[in-house]
């Protein structure tokens, strides 16, 4: 059965298929195949001698009319699988265009706002732009207050960063944000309104690549520090067991284990797993995974997290024309996504786990799952997801963690409610549910990377990563 909040959406469909349909309809194939084979020994008792002879008595007759029926029922089942299929994909259409719609008139308002801003400016002077400036500020603070208000009003709770809604919201907000400095510009063009192109001039990739530039830079080399455990270890047989071996959060721990398996005509199978961001100190340290990674990974540029990756891959052994299955939580979905990118390894296959890399694309031979949970902040800093046939690659499965309500427990402070639904451990149960799943683009997921889930003897390799960082010296 599939679990209770787990939708799958993508995977080269337009359909977004509800649970119930998707097992209503497997369902229903399963029975058409039955009737099929119920047919078949039915026809084949038929056509046996002895019932020829025998058909004065009831019997025959009576095994007559069940085949009559059976042959009736087979076609009406597929008939009713395919129906649910079409109005699985209908409905996902329909939300297709409602969410185009959504997107264009977010992207229009805010085009609108930079238009009029750049007129008021024209105007009355740089001040109108302070002045604009003080007054989104007002109804931002107010907007986010009233939506903090509802929160502990309808739950008891405020931790809106958690709530679906805000997050759709943030995601058109993010998505929109190019809009308004074209608006200001007075370049916005129709196409624009629902083109959300993050390597725009104005997109995600700009203004995270102007916020990298904030950041301190670190010029120092990375080090990686390779350890083989002993002993063999097995393929991890299902997602869950990829999710199981993901490296947690450890500051001054591994943050990569890669595991190498021996292929029968030669050459390695390779699984490498990737941490998440374990610093969000501004300062560059020696601990690569941190913001400035994160920051300069959005941007598209190689991030330091990314160079580790890279740089432990070639130190554990991963040749060129190794097949490598990437696995990676958060920074890390993003790091592994972008290694995929570049195309300097054998990239088979990717599994992210709230990740912010819906804008991101790979090529259509690269299978992609990505994990999100509803009420996850991270994979809504990515904005939309990319529309087209790169979007529809990306096989998306998402579950909601409280059912679309608050979080159990007792009243919390802003922002202390987004570390459960991001946290590793929730996206290991995901995982788990999602191997449960007869949704058959999970199904054709997982069969495409079985022969590293099925791999056997191989070896694990541990790697720390460190930037050398001199000690500051004292005054």
Request: proline fraction near 8%; glycine fraction near 12%.
């Amino acid at each position: 059965m599939s679990a209770p909040g787990l939708t799958v959406s993508g995977g080269g469909s337009a359909a977004v298929d509800t649970p119930a349909m998707q097992i209503a309809a497997v369902r229903l194939d399963d029975l058409a195949q039955q009737l099929g084979t119920l047919a078949a020994g039915l026809e084949a008792c038929l056509a046996d001698a002895a019932w020829r002879d025998a058909a004065q008595h009831r019997a025959s007759e009576a095994l007559q009319r069940a085949a009559d029926v059976v042959r009736i029922l087979r076609p009406e089942a597929d008939d009713a699988a395919h129906g649910l299929r079409t109005a699985a994909e209908r409905y996902g259409s329909a939300e297709q265009t409602i969410a185009g719609a959504q997107q264009a008139a977010w992207a229009q308002g805010a085009a609108a706002v930079g238009a009029v801003t750049r007129l008021g400016v024209t105007l009355a002077g740089p001040g109108f732009l302070v002045l604009t400036a003080s007054a989104t500020g007002a109804l931002l603070g107010a907007a986010a207050a009233g939506t903090v208000a509802r929160e502990l009003l309808t739950t008891g709770r405020i931790d809106p960063q958690v709530d679906p809604a805000v997050l759709a919201d943030l995601r058109l907000a993010l998505s929109s944000s190019d809009d308004l400095i074209r608006g200001f510009e007075l370049t916005e063009r129709p196409a624009d309104l629902v083109d959300d192109d993050p390597g725009s001039p104005h997109g995600t990739a700009a203004t995270a690549d102007a916020l990298a530039g904030v950041l301190p830079a670190p010029r120092t080399p990375i080090a990686v520090s390779p350890s083989v455990l002993p002993g063999a270890v097995q393929g991890p047989g299902s997602l869950a067991g990829l999710g199981s071996r993901t490296p947690e959060v450890d500051p001054g721990g591994t943050q990569l284990r890669l595991e190498q398996y021996p292929m029968p005509g030669g050459g390695s199978r390779w699984i490498v797993y990737v941490c998440g961001t374990i610093t969000f100190s501004p300062e560059s340290g020696p601990e690569p995974f941190d913001l400035r990674s994160d920051v300069t990974g959005v941007a598209g540029q190689r991030s330091d997290s990314e160079l580790a990756l890279a740089s432990a891959m070639r130190a554990a052994g991963v040749r060129p024309d190794d097949p490598v299955l990437l696995v990676g939580h958060s920074q890390g979905a993003l790091d592994a996504v972008r290694l995929a990118q570049r195309g300097e390894f054998d990239v088979q296959g990717v599994v992210t786990l709230g990740g912010p890399t819906g804008q991101l694309e790979l090529r259509g031979d690269v299978p992609e799952l990505s994990v999100e949970h509803e009420e996850d902040p991270v994979p809504s800093l990515a904005g939309l997801p990319a529309a087209g046939a790169g979007g529809l690659h990306r096989l998306v499965v998402r579950r909601s963690l409280y059912g679309g309500g608050a979080p159990p427990g007792p009243p919390i402070l802003p922002f202390g409610a987004g570390a459960q639904p991001h946290a590793l451990t929730a996206y290991r149960e995901t995982l788990a549910l999602a191997d449960e799943s007869p949704d058959p683009r999970l199904v054709a997921f997982v069969d495409g990377i079985r022969p590293f889930l099925a791999a056997r003897d191989g070896r694990i390799v541990l790697v720390r990563a460190d930037r050398r960082v001199s000690p500051r010296r004292r005054r």
